[in-house]
């Protein structure tokens, strides 16, 4: 992960010459196809967060000593 920061930094700040063109509309089209799945990935997180967390509890539960 500390060798991918500066190669996306140096791609995005100091970028070849690009022979190619890219839609303006592009980015709009990204945004519409990651706005959703983002919204459903948080809304799933927040939305199943304790059931995920009481079985984790449980699950350490059962691999705890007992102290009596």
Do not use: C, E
């Not at 930094?9 to 890219?22: E, L, M, N, Q, S």
């Not at 196809?33 to 059931?51: C, D, E, M, N, T």
């Amino acid at each position: 992960m500390q060798k991918l920061l500066p190669l996306i930094f140096v791609t995005i700040f100091f970028p070849d010459i690009a022979h190619a063109y890219i839609d303006p509309n592009a980015g709009s089209m990204i945004l519409q196809i990651l706005a959703p799945i983002l919204i459903v990935a948080s809304a799933g997180y927040f939305f199943l967060k304790k059931a995920v967390h009481s079985f984790f509890d449980w699950l350490i539960g059962l691999f705890k000593r007992d102290s009596s």
